[in-house]
C-alpha cells in the first residue's frame, strides 16, 4: 500500500489529539465510505444520540483523490439527527486534497468543546481557537474570512456551519470551500452540537505515486475521456438542472408536493433558462476539468435608494426542484433567492423544499394556520412567506418551527398530515417521480438518497412497457454495490460513466494498488451490507419504514403505483439481500 494510511484524532472536549497508522484497514477499505462506515462502527457506541458528543464525525478521502480527475470525493460518517442511524454524507472541493497533502487518510472528531470551536489541521497538527468570534455569521462568510488568512501556495480547505447549524436544525448541512456542501442527513446539526463552528485544513505535502510513467498515462487516458467524449458535457454545459425539461416531459416532474409530475412554468425555472439568464460561472474541484458547479448571479438592492450587491448562488436540480416546481414558484429568480436563503443559513435545500412544500398544504387544509407560522400566510409559490419560513426554522423561533427544525416526520406525526409528508426512511426524496424503481431504490439504499442507485435511470429505461420486477431488483442490487466501491474510492459519480470497471482497475494500478474486478465488486457488496449493519445496529427496521400515502396515489411517469405490487418487491428485496423477511 502506498496511499496513506494515517487516521487523525481529534478530541473537542481534552482538546488533544492523535496520529494513528491502520494500514489493515486502508488494506480492506481503501477509503471513502468503506473507511468511515468502519470507522464510524468503531467509534461511535450502539445507542448514541445523533446530537451527543459520543457521536463522532469521521471525514475520508479515497486512495484516488489528489492525483486523478473526478476522485476527489471526500466521504462523512455519523449518526444522523434526520434518520436516527446511518449518516453518510459526500461532498468535493479542496477538502480531500488538502488532507491528504497534510499528511492524513481520515479524519475523527470526538466529543464536544465547551464554547464555539475553530479547528486548525496541517502536517503538524491540530490547533483549536476560540470561535466566538465566528457565531451567528454563514458559512458564506466564514469561507470568506478563512480564506484569506492562507498563503495561496499551499492547498486549503475550509469547511464550516451557518446558524442552523449553531441552532441544531437536523437537517442542517456542512459548507465546504463554498460551493460544496455536506447537504443531506444533517451533519451541520452534529456540528452544532460540538460546537464545531468551522476547520481549516491546510496541505503543504505531497502525494507519491509508485511509477510516474503509469500515472500519467492513466490520468490522460480519464482526462481525455472527459473532454473528449459526451459522457460528463451535460454536467459542463447545463448542468443538472437541465433534467427539469426532461423530466417534464415524461411526467416526472415532483410539483406541488408530488401532487402532480408536470409544471406548467417548467421552463421558466429550466436548467437552459438559468444558464441563458443567470449564469455568472462555473466551477470545478482540483484536477477536474468538467466545471459542473453553476454558479448564478443575483443582484438583490443593497437598500432602499442604494446601488445594488452582487450575490453568487450555487444552485443543482435537486434545489431547483425542491425549491422551484415542488412549491410552485414560477420563476428562475425566485427559485435562487430561496436557494440562497438556505445557503447563507446553512440547510438542506431538498429537505427544507419537502418541509415547506408538506407546510403549505396543511395550512391550505387547516392543519396549521397562522397561530403557528407567525402570522405567515402560507400560499403556493409565495416566495416572500417561505423566505420568512425558512429564516424561522433557522432560528427556531416558536414550538412549530422548533418542531419543523426536528424533521418533519416529527411535525406530521406532531400535527398530522403524514400522508403527505413526503419522507422515505425519515429523509426527503430527490425530484423524481417516475415509478417503482424510484421509490423502492430510495427505501432501500441506505443513505436514502437517489445517489445510491438511480433508481429513476431504471424507471426511464422502463418507459411505456410492462414492469419487469427482476430486472429492477438485479440492477438495484448491483446499483447500491457498485457504487459502494466508487465512493469507497471517494469517485465523484457524476463520473461514474467514465470510471467503468476496466478504469477503475487501472487507477487503482497506477497508485500501487492491485485489485481485480471480482475483488472490487466484493469491496462494494461489503461495504453494503457494512452500511445496513450499522442502520440495523441503531435501530432502523425495513418493516416500520412509512411509505407516504400519495406516493401511490399521484401519477408517476410509468403510471400509478401499485402498493401490493411495491410491498412485495421490497419485501422479495429485503429477504434477498438481507435474509429475513420484514420485521413487523
Known amino acids: 500500500m502506498n496511499h496513506l494510511c494515517n487516521v487523525l484524532y481529534v478530541d473537542l472536549k481534552e482538546q488533544r489529539h492523535e496520529i494513528v497508522e491502520v494500514p489493515e484497514l486502508f488494506e480492506k477499505f481503501l477509503g471513502g465510505s468503506g473507511l468511515a462506515i468502519e470507522l464510524l462502527l468503531n467509534e461511535c457506541p450502539s445507542g448514541a444520540g445523533a446530537l451527543a458528543p459520543e457521536n463522532p464525525v469521521v471525514l475520508a478521502p479515497g486512495p484516488l483523490g489528489g492525483l486523478f480527475p473526478s476522485a476527489g470525493k471526500t466521504v462523512a460518517a455519523f449518526k444522523s439527527p434526520v434518520t436516527g442511524n446511518l449518516g453518510e454524507s459526500h461532498a468535493g472541493g479542496r477538502l480531500a486534497v488538502s488532507l491528504r497533502l497534510a499528511g492524513y487518510g481520515a479524519l475523527v472528531i470526538k466529543g464536544a468543546g465547551s464554547s464555539p470551536t475553530l479547528l486548525e489541521i496541517d502536517s503538524g497538527g491540530v490547533s483549536f481557537r476560540s470561535a466566538l468570534p465566528l457565531k451567528g455569521f454563514s458559512s458564506l462568510e466564514v469561507e470568506r474570512g478563512l480564506r484569506a488568512c492562507v498563503s495561496c501556495t499551499r492547498m486549503q480547505s475550509i469547511i464550516s456551519i451557518g446558524l442552523a447549524g449553531e441552532n441544531q436544525v437536523a437537517y442542517a448541512g456542512v459548507n465546504v470551500d463554498r460551493y460544496n456542501y455536506f447537504g443531506r442527513l444533517g451533519l451541520g446539526a452534529v456540528f452544532g452540537a460540538k460546537n464545531l463552528k468551522a476547520i481549516s485544513i491546510v496541505g503543504s505535502g505531497s502525494i507519491e505515486v509508485p511509477d510516474i510513467e503509469l500515472y500519467k498515462k492513466t490520468f490522460k487516458k480519464l482526462y481525455s475521456e472527459e473532454v473528449e467524449t459526451d459522457k460528463m458535457a451535460k454536467y459542463h454545459y447545463t448542468g443538472t438542472p437541465a433534467n427539469v425539461l426532461v423530466l417534464n416531459e415524461i411526467g416526472a416532474l415532483p410539483t406541488k408536493n408530488f401532487q402532480m409530475g408536470r409544471f406548467e412554468h417548467a421552463e421558466a425555472i429550466s436548467g437552459e433558462t438559468l444558464g441563458n439568464d443567470w449564469l455568472d460561472r462555473k466551477v470545478s474541484c482540483p484536477l477536474c476539468p468538467v466545471g459542473c458547479m453553476h454558479v448564478a448571479r443575483l443582484r438583490p438592492a443593497f437598500a432602499k435608494g442604494f446601488e445594488y450587491e452582487p450575490v453568487d448562488v450555487y444552485h443543482n436540480y435537486e434545489s431547483v426542484y425542491a425549491l422551484g416546481n415542488n412549491l410552485l414558484v414560477k420563476s428562475a429568480e425566485e427559485v435562487l433567492r430561496l436557494n440562497h436563503q438556505a445557503n447563507v443559513f446553512g440547510l438542506d435545500t431538498m429537505l427544507l423544499g419537502n418541509?415547506?412544500?408538506?407546510?403549505?398544504?396543511?395550512?391550505?387544509?387547516?392543519?396549521?394556520?397562522?397561530?403557528?407560522?407567525?402570522?405567515?400566510?402560507?400560499?403556493?409559490?409565495?416566495?416572500?412567506?417561505?423566505?420568512?419560513?425558512?429564516?424561522?426554522?433557522?432560528?427556531?423561533?416558536?414550538?412549530?418551527?422548533d418542531k419543523l427544525a426536528q424533521g418533519l416526520d416529527q411535525t406530521a406525526e406532531a400535527y398530522g398530515g403524514t400522508e403527505f409528508a413526503m419522507t422515505f426512511g425519515g429523509n426527503g426524496p430527490a425530484g423524481y417521480h417516475t415509478g417503482y424503481a424510484s421509490v423502492l431504490g430510495t427505501v432501500v439504499g441506505a443513505r436514502h438518497s437517489h445517489n445510491d442507485n438511480a433508481g429513476y435511470d431504471i424507471d426511464r429505461g422502463m418507459l411505456h412497457r410492462k414492469l419487469d420486477v427482476d430486472r429492477v431488483l438485479k440492477e438495484l442490487k448491483k446499483e447500491n454495490e457498485w457504487r459502494y466501491l466508487l465512493t469507497s474510492l471517494a469517485v465523484c459519480l457524476f463520473a461514474r460513466r467514465v470510471y467503468n470497471e476496466r478504469r477503475v482497475v487501472e487507477a487503482l494500478k497506477a497508485v500501487g494498488i492491485e485489485r481485480s474486478v471480482k475483488e472490487l465488486e466484493t469491496l462494494g457488496a461489503n461495504v453494503y451490507k457494512r452500511a445496513f449493519e450499522f442502520k440495523f445496529r441503531e435501530g432502523f427496521d425495513f418493516g416500520r419504514v412509512r411509505i407516504p400515502r400519495r406516493t401511490f396515489e399521484s401519477v408517476t411517469a410509468n403510471g400509478r403505483l401499485d402498493e401490493t405490487v411495491f410491498r412485495g418487491m421490497l419485501e422479495r428485496y429485503v429477504k434477498t439481500e438481507f435474509g429475513a423477511n420484514l420485521r413487523k
Request: proline share 0%; no cysteine.
Open 355 to 401: 418541509v415547506l412544500a408538506w407546510a403549505t398544504e396543511a395550512y391550505e387544509k387547516d392543519i396549521i394556520n397562522q397561530t403557528h407560522t407567525g402570522g405567515i400566510m402560507l400560499r403556493w409559490g409565495d416566495t416572500d412567506a417561505y423566505l420568512a419560513m425558512t429564516e424561522n426554522i433557522a432560528l427556531r423561533s416558536n414550538s412549530f418551527y
